[in-house]
């Protein structure tokens, strides 16, 4: 089965200034996915970036990078140069090969991005 | 284009009414996904469709939830007589194909159970 933790219900940071949202993961199979999602205030779920479990390399897109430690079983998402608009909850998630690769999603993290 | 869409928005009802949800996937998405959003928490997987297929129903909660779908087209999630407990946001996504790919969310419904 995999799982997915997020330990950070809450997290603050001022506008222009980087921060990092926590994930940690446990599966067993041996090739995975894993996403994150954001979820502003409207309730739409909109997908940010992508890591497979065999890419060489991190993968990022625009302000949004993911700290990839495959020992560690970490899937850290990274914003860079935060906006107001960044204010939301963020989600992770992993494919469930079992499920037609459904996501098992964590709880969440509510980012608020400060003036 | 058009992404996933899903009817109604709200939808507010009393308990032991059944209640219809609705699905439009993105043309061409194959794969398509339902999860329940409980007020504060993350997301439930229900079922999931490959075509008008549903391999795995693990997810839904009772025998009140069923759900279909017409080839690689609308899904619908039904909920029979509701209890105050299914009262939650519904989410529908879709994918191109079943693996790994993101899957693309729709409004969701909004239910809730007086």
């Known amino acids: 089965a995999q799982k997915i933790t997020q330990t950070q219900p809450g997290m603050f940071v001022q506008e222009k200034e980087a921060v990092t949202l926590d994930c940690t993961y446990d599966t067993s199979d041996p090739s995975y996915g894993l996403f994150w999602y954001k979820q502003p205030s409207s309730g739409e779920m909109i997908f940010l970036i992508y890591?497979?479990?065999?890419?060489?390399q991190n993968a990022t897109e625009g302000r949004y990078s993911l700290n990839f430690q495959k020992a560690r079983k970490s899937a850290n998402l990274v914003i860079s140069a935060s906006q107001l608009g960044d204010s939301a909850m963020y989600f992770c998630a992993i494919l469930n090969s079992n499920s037609g690769y459904a996501l098992n999603f964590g709880k969440g993290t509510s980012l608020l991005v400060t003036p | 284009g058009a992404g996933v869409s899903q009817s109604p928005s709200n939808k507010v009802t009393e308990k032991g009414k059944d209640v219809e949800l609705r699905c439009d996937p993105i043309?061409?998405?194959?794969?398509l996904y339902w999860y329940r959003q409980r007020l504060g928490q993350g997301l439930e997987f229900l079922i999931y469709?490959?075509?008008?297929?549903?391999?795995?129903k693990s997810g839904l909660p009772s025998d009140r939830f069923s759900a279909e779908r017409t080839g690689e087209s609308v899904s619908t999630l039904t909920i029979q007589r509701t209890q105050q407990e299914d009262s939650a946001v519904y989410l529908c996504?879709?994918?191109?194909?079943?693996?790994?790919?993101?899957?693309?969310f729709g409004p969701g419904t909004r239910l809730l159970v007086l």
């Open positions: 469709f490959q075509g008008n297929s549903a391999p795995d």
């Open positions: 996504a879709s994918r191109q194909r079943s693996g790994q790919l993101p899957q693309y």
């Open positions: 043309s061409g998405h194959t794969a």
């Open positions: 890591q497979g479990s065999y890419d060489q």
